[in-house]
Structures are given as C-alpha cells and as structure tokens.
C-alpha cells in the first residue's frame, strides 16, 4: 500500500494462479483494503486498528496488566509496551502502580480516552458497516459466524456463539 495509489486486491492484467483458491490469501486481501479505509476514517484520532483493540479491551477491562494486554492482542510484550506508549502519548491511556505488584503497572484509560473511544467506536462501526455494504445482514452474520469458526472462537460473553448461517437456496 502506498500513499499515491489505493490498494487493489486484483491488479488488471496480473494471472494470480493458485493464490485464487487460498482462503488465507483472500482473507489478507480483504484485511488489506479494509485496513487502509478504517486508518483513512480514523486518521484525525491517529488510530491504528490494535491501538483501537487495546482501547476497547482497556476500556472493559480496568486495572489491566501490559502482560496481559499483550496475550489478549497477540503480540509480544515489548510490541505491547510501544502500543502502550503511543496510546499513552496520545492522552488516551495511563499506567498506574499496582499496589499488590510494585513492578507491575495496571492500565486505566483517561478521561480523554473515555471520551474520545465513543466517538472513536462510532467512527469504526461507520467504516465496518461502509466496507461491508455489498453484503445483505444474513451474509455479514454468515461471514462473522465463519471468520470465528476458522479462528477457533467458541464463544462469546453470552455462551456459545451461533452457528454459521448457511446460505439460503436460491
């Protein structure tokens, strides 16, 4: 992706092979052009799609440990610990002394982070309804119910997650 030209999942012209059949490369299209929409609408804030994650889970989650954060994101503790300083750079997150563990902090959002995530989710849930317009609301549930099946989700804060919804005959 460059900032001249919008990234395109298929360059005219350009045979793609066995890449076409590959559930995994067409995820990573789709994650492509879906990421550079969702750091266009959130430019004015300068947040990226994992420092929007940490807020949301810090947010829910106060008095979080950057370990934990880490093993929640999925990333390493020193990606955490940058992830952290940005957030915190930005007035959205602080690190607070943890009484029971001197050498562990816990994350709290600021005031500013509380108020800015509001219309921050507002903004992300505009630019995930914009990306997925061309599907109906049974083929977005479908696709959600698929997307957690291959990523091993089981089930959410109210029990199992729903089946995917099979495509009806047409």
């Known amino acids: 992706?460059?900032?001249?030209?919008?990234?395109?999942?298929?360059?005219?012209?350009?045979?793609?092979?066995?890449?076409?059949?590959?559930?995994?490369?067409?995820?990573r299209r789709t994650q492509l052009r879906m990421y550079e929409d969702f750091v266009q609408a959130l430019a004015p804030w300068h947040i990226t799609p994992p420092r929007y994650s940490a807020l949301v889970i810090i947010s829910l989650n106060p008095?979080?440990?950057?370990?934990?954060?880490?093993?929640?994101?999925?990333?390493?503790?020193?990606?955490?610990?940058?992830?952290?300083?940005?957030?915190?750079?930005?007035?959205?997150?602080?690190?607070?002394?943890?009484?029971?563990?001197?050498?562990?902090?816990?994350?709290?959002?600021?005031?500013?982070?509380?108020?800015?995530?509001?219309t921050i989710t507002a903004t992300v849930q505009a630019h995930d309804e914009r990306v997925t317009a061309s599907l109906d609301p049974q083929e977005r549930a479908t696709l959600h119910g698929l997307l957690h099946k291959l990523s091993g989700i089981t089930d959410g804060p109210s029990g199992p997650l729903p089946?995917?919804?099979?495509?009806?005959?047409?």
């Open 1 to 27: 992706m460059s900032d001249a030209a919008p990234f395109l999942a298929r360059v005219p012209g350009i045979q793609y092979g066995v890449l076409d059949t590959l559930t995994g490369y067409a995820v």
């Open 163 to 170: 089946e995917a919804v099979e495509p009806a005959d047409q």
């Open 63 to 118: 008095g979080l440990k950057l370990t934990q954060l880490a093993q929640i994101l999925g990333i390493a503790r020193s990606g955490a610990v940058i992830l952290v300083d940005a957030l915190a750079d930005l007035g959205y997150v602080s690190r607070d002394p943890m009484p029971e563990d001197r050498r562990a902090f816990s994350l709290q959002l600021t005031d500013r982070g509380r108020a800015d995530l509001e």
